[in-house]
């Protein structure tokens, strides 16, 4: 993300003296340039220039070489009596008469990191010399900082370093690249405070150019869609440079403040100007070029070493920039917009550059970069959009500042091999920015706001009967040359929105409409189910619905299963997980293994979620053509390989599902609170299940598994304890338990006219108990549900509650008790109305289980 110092900033808009980062923070948020952090001063104390007079290397037991140093660091810091101050030093990137950055005792680093005189290997050391990521400067530790065009010793540090200077880094949409640059940030500036902007670009005087500096062919074989590589290449050539100039301090320090640690004068000044005006430059040595370059796609088997020393394999696609050394276009000088190649980089005995500023594709670029995953500098900036006027200025600004710092002499001819084309006009309604942002903007605040921005704004008539009538003028506004986002209106309305202020935009509730819209009735019931196993103590979590093919396996599902059948993805997010799941329990139980792995014993989690069942087609549907309307025949034809992928709710419980506590006993989760649970899912979606056993349904139980149908007999899910074998291979506790139900049945299968109400019976509650012995395989909510039906209108609630079996009742039987409460709307029950629901429930029971009533 972008850097700015202010003191940079300043040089290209008025910022008012005393503008805090914080401030100028809020000033950017309001043009949407977002703060990503504030760089604070992190160095305190005594941190001075230091010149090494001595170094001596000792040879440690370990078979590290330590420098004992003596460093000069000016009469006030030095020593008693000023003498140098003796420092251990690791590092070996230096010598006698180098200058270096030495934090004397009393400082403080970033980090806390507080220096004192100690001792070590055997001396005192009396302060640090520093590397740049000690000082918070970068990343790299390698070696310490050696100064070029050092003041004398004793300076203060911190103020040449930049490090008292707080800087702000702003986080940038990838929209809009041209924030990449103290050219663009200060524009957006402006924008948001009115201030004076000053164009850099234009304050660069570009002479002439012809064609005949160096020569430059583009030759792309391949372009990428539709769309040269290359489209600008500008070149020119610097001579009699001074190979041993220094980059200056001021810059140095800007450098460090942008992020970028300084190299060489010239690599400096490439990096300088592409932090101030946005466009990536590149400079080659010049005696170790040929002419021509050649600006063209790889070949088959061709190899790089790019300036990180890594041999390279490239791709068909990736651009490259050669010339004909060895033959024509045989020797590949760097990647276009992404890295130079070793072979011909500025080195410390350059005297003559030739100096690349080009525009290449951002889509190129992009996929070079991340094939070879190089996010460069460079590549960040073309990968967003680079400026195609650009080259020939930041040309103009490197050769201007070689020739000032180095001492250079830039030949009057170059290169502008120029085939760009300006932005394409976009036609703009004045009145659609307000229309759809719901302010009044008037025509003119709209063409003042897009000329603000850089946008050449025109009025045209429409043709007689070319559109409908306008309420507002028609606007014909071409973009900017930085702004390549901007193609259609709604990039305008954006654009207009922004820069007059998202504060100006009301925030207003729409109108609901009359009707009483609002959500479905099946929208209602999925929320209430939801709603109703959260107030039943489980967590709803949300897993990705990819799973491994070995899913399947560790769950038990036997062969054949119509759950084995997948849809497997072309490009799935893991090559381990390709397969969609065809149960919500299949990505579930990750989740539970998950967090049982960290320390949540007790644990309930449920999800809602769709899942895909092929139903064994090939689920292939035709590509659609880009850029035009599919026919209704294709997209008939994508609809229907759509798989079906109906929604499902499941839950997971394991450990205790009554924690123990002072007036409660600890009661572990069993298959009875799954069952409940489904039960209650059906409850809310108003579709209530009838439970059967289920002895073969993988992954539960076989003797402790239910399954669950709508009236209709529709198998809707299965609720259970999870068989061993499956508890084992996922790495889940024994004994946990699960349910899932498939919502779209239980929806199906629910009413859709709202519930009617019974008014509300003023008589009383007559009770009766009926303890019915049955054979000991009938399922007590069999039994049930015919207690319920027996009792007919008059049983307002119907409970087991005991079932009790011994060998008095005989062998092979049972006894379940019920808990009867009936009421009569219109009337108090009398004895004989009990009695008489009494033998209807022990009749249906004789009749359907061979039941008897317990005496």
């Not at 100690?118 to 390698?142: N, P, Q, W």
């Not at 005087?205 to 020569?215: C, R």
């Not at 489904?678 to 993988?698: F, I, K, W």
Request: aromatic share 4%; hydrophobic share 40%; with cysteine.
């Amino acid at each position: 993300m972008p850097l700015v110092p202010i003191t940079w900033l300043r040089e290209h808009v008025d910022v008012p003296a005393g503008t805090t980062p914080d401030q100028l923070a809020a000033d950017l948020v309001r043009v949407g340039l977002e703060e990503e952090t504030i760089h604070r001063a992190g160095v305190t104390g005594p941190l001075v220039v230091g010149r090494v007079l001595e170094v001596a290397g000792e040879p440690q037991k370990n078979g590290k070489t330590i420098n004992w140093c003596q460093v000069d660091v000016g009469p006030e810091h030095g020593a008693e009596g000023g003498a140098p101050r003796g420092i251990v030093c690791g590092a070996d990137n230096f010598s006698a008469g180098d200058s270096v950055v030495v934090a004397l005792p009393g400082a403080v680093l970033p980090g806390d990191f507080a220096i004192s005189a100690r001792k070590t290997y055997g001396h005192i050391s009396d302060g640090m010399i520093c590397s740049a990521r000690e000082l918070g400067l970068g990343e790299d530790h390698e070696g310490i900082i050696v100064l070029s065009d050092p003041p004398a010793p004793g300076t203060d540090a911190i103020e040449l370093l930049g490090l008292g200077e707080e800087v702000l880094e702003i986080n940038v949409t990838p929209d809009r690249g041209y924030c990449f640059a103290m050219r663009g940030i200060a524009r957006e500036y402006a924008h948001s405070t009115g201030a004076t902007f000053t164009d850099p670009a234009l304050s660069t005087q570009v002479p002439e150019f012809m064609v005949d500096a160096f020569a430059v062919t583009v030759h792309d074989e391949r372009p990428v869609h539709g769309v040269g590589g290359c489209d600008r290449f500008v070149a020119r050539i610097v001579r009699d440079i001074d190979p041993t100039a220094q980059t200056p301090g001021w810059m140095a320090t800007r450098l460090r403040q942008a992020g970028m640690r300084p190299i060489s004068l010239v690599v400096d000044i490439t990096n300088y100007v592409m932090l101030d005006l946005g466009q990536p430059i590149h400079a080659y040595d010049l005696d170790t070029l040929a002419t021509p370059i050649v600006v063209r796609r790889a070949r088959t088997g061709e190899q790089l070493t790019t300036l990180d020393d890594v041999r390279r394999t490239l791709d068909a696609e990736d651009l490259l920039i050669t010339d004909s050394a060895g033959g024509p276009a045989a020797r590949i000088l760097g990647l276009a917009g992404v890295m130079g190649g070793a072979e011909t980089e500025v080195s410390a005995s350059t005297t003559a550059v030739l100096v690349e500023a080009a525009h290449f594709d951002p889509v190129s670029v992009a996929r070079t970069a991340r094939r070879h995953k190089l996010p460069s500098e460079a590549a960040k900036r073309f990968e967003r959009g680079v400026d195609p006027a650009l080259p020939p200025v930041a040309a103009q600004r490197v050769v201007d500042l070689l020739t000032e710092l180095a001492g250079g002499v830039a030949e009057e001819a170059a290169t502008d091999l120029d085939r760009t084309k300006p932005p394409a006009p976009i036609e703009l309604d004045a009145d659609l920015p307000g229309r759809l942002a719901g302010v009044d903007y008037t025509a003119e605040e709209v063409a003042e706001t897009l000329r603000s921005l850089g946008a050449t704004v025109t009025q045209v008539e429409v043709p007689e009967g070319g559109r409908r009538a306008l309420r507002a003028p028609h606007l014909r506004v071409v973009p900017p040359s930085w702004r390549p986002d901007l193609t259609v209106p709604a990039d305008l309305v954006e654009e207009v929105v922004r820069l007059r202020g998202y504060d100006q935009v009301p925030s207003v509730l729409p109108t609901a409409p009359p009707g009483g819209r609002g959500l479905t009735l099946p929208q209602r019931r999925r929320r209430a189910v939801a709603q109703a196993l959260a107030e039943a103590g489980l967590v709803q979590v949300l897993t990705y619905p990819f799973i491994a093919p070995s899913r399947h396996d560790e769950l038990g599902l036997p062969e054949g299963d119509d759950r084995r059948r997948t849809v497997h993805l072309a490009n799935p997010l893991s090559d381990a997980q390709p397969a969609m799941r065809t149960s919500v329990l299949d990505s579930l139980v990750d989740a539970a293994v998950r967090n049982i792995g960290r320390g949540m014993t007790d644990l309930g989690i449920y999800e809602i979620g769709a899942v895909t069942r092929p139903d064994g087609g090939a689920h292939l549907s035709p590509l659609p053509p880009l850029g035009v309307q599919p026919a209704d025949e294709i997209l008939a034809q994508v609809r229907e390989a759509v798989p079906d992928q109906p929604v499902l709710v499941a839950g997971i419980l394991a450990g205790n599902r009554v924690p123990p506590g002072v007036l409660s006993t600890a009661r572990a989760a069993d298959y009875a609170d799954a069952i409940e649970l489904a039960q209650l899912v059906a409850q809310r979606a108003g579709a209530p299940l009838q439970v059967a056993a289920e002895t073969d349904r993988a992954p539960w139980h076989p003797g402790r598994c239910a399954r669950l149908t709508v009236a209709d007999g529709t198998v809707a899910g299965y609720a259970g304890e999870l068989a061993p074998k499956v508890t084992q291979a996922l790495g889940l506790p024994a004994r946990t338990v699960a349910f899932e139900v498939d919502l779209d049945v239980l929806l199906a299968a629910a009413p859709t006219e709202p519930t009617q109400y019974r008014p509300v019976s003023t008589f009383p509650a007559a009770k009766e108990d009926i303890a019915l012995v049955v054979p000991a395989e009938v399922p007590a909510a069999e039994l049930l549900a015919t207690v319920r039906e027996a009792g007919g209108e008059l049983a307002e609630e119907v409970r087991l509650f005991d079932a009790y079996s011994s060998e008095s009742l005989g062998e092979g039987r049972k006894s379940l008790a019920f808990s009867l409460r009936m009421r009569a709307p219109d009337r108090t029950l009398t004895a004989a109305d009990t009695a008489a629901v009494r033998e209807a429930v022990v009749r249906l029971a004789a009749q359907r289980f061979g039941a008897e009533l317990r005496s």
